[in-house]
């Protein structure tokens, strides 16, 4: 009923960038909190950053000042403009959002199905 499909991921030198974007579909009566989500080989998934429908963001320690946060309501995605890149930034990142499928439904989290960032040295 509800997808999220995540696009940007690839490779790219230490100090570039990339942009990320998480779009979701389907049966969508509301969308409250986006995030991001990685999870590098061997560690497990942490956040790096969160969005609020009304546009209040956090973000993890490591990547606050490289990484911004946004979203466009309209089109139901949430983007990820990632600067000043490093390798240890390198993992599969994911999106998540909080959704509700009516009015009357419960809040549940979907999930995308990832995109590979890697960052050479």
């Known amino acids: 009923q509800v997808q999220l499909v995540e696009s940007g991921g690839g490779l790219v030198q230490a100090g570039g960038s990339l942009r990320l974007s998480c779009t979701a579909s389907g049966t969508i009566f509301r969308i409250n909190v986006m995030a991001w989500y990685r999870q590098a080989p061997g560690k497990q998934r942490e956040l790096v950053a969160g969005?609020?429908?009304?546009?209040?963001?956090n973000y993890e320690d490591t990547v606050k000042g490289r990484f911004t946060i946004s979203r466009d309501n309209a089109k139901n995605t949430v983007y990820l403009q990632m600067n000043t890149l490093k390798p240890e930034d390198s993992a599969v990142y994911y999106c998540?959002?909080?959704?509700?499928?009516?009015?009357?439904?419960?809040?549940?989290?979907?999930w995308g199905q990832g995109t590979q960032v890697t960052v050479s040295s």
């Open positions: 969005i609020t429908r009304g546009g209040t963001t």
């Open positions: 998540k959002a909080a959704i509700k499928t009516s009015f009357y439904a419960y809040e549940y989290d979907y």
